[in-house]
Nanobody, 127 residues
């Protein structure tokens, strides 16, 4: 099992930026794909971005791809989500997720595609 811890959330004004980080531990050396999701109150968990084990392939959904960037550093076992030009609709709890193996599977947007989850970090965008 991989232990994931997200950090970097907080309160930011519309138009501002935040950088979330997810630190992985507990399964050193294991290859895993990573992703970021978010969940707003009363809504389903929503896929945002993913990155393969190598880091060479990244993907973000259309709604955030021009504002969010996912990256990883396998030497530090971290995956970051740089979020720019934040909007009030971005307010949610943000989660990182891990999938064992080199690929992200057939359904990378589905929460059940992932093996481990962090506890989440709150992002609030408000003036």
């Amino acid at each position: 099992q991989v232990h994931l811890v997200e950090t970097g959330g907080g309160l930011v004004q519309p138009g501002g930026s935040l950088r979330l980080s997810c630190a992985a531990s507990g399964r050193p050396g294991g290859e895993r794909g990573m992703a970021w999701f978010r969940q707003a109150p009363g809504k389903e968990r929503e896929f945002l971005c993913s990155v393969t084990w190598s880091g060479r392939t990244t993907w973000c959904v259309d709604s955030v791809k021009d504002r969010f960037i996912i990256s990883r550093d396998n030497t530090k076992n971290t995956v970051d989500l740089q979020m720019n030009n934040l909007k009030e609709d971005d307010t949610a709890v943000y989660y990182c997720a891990s999938r064992n193996g080199r690929s992200l599977g057939v359904h990378p947007r589905r929460p059940d595609n992932y093996d481990d989850w962090g506890q989440g970090t709150q992002v609030t965008v408000s003036s």
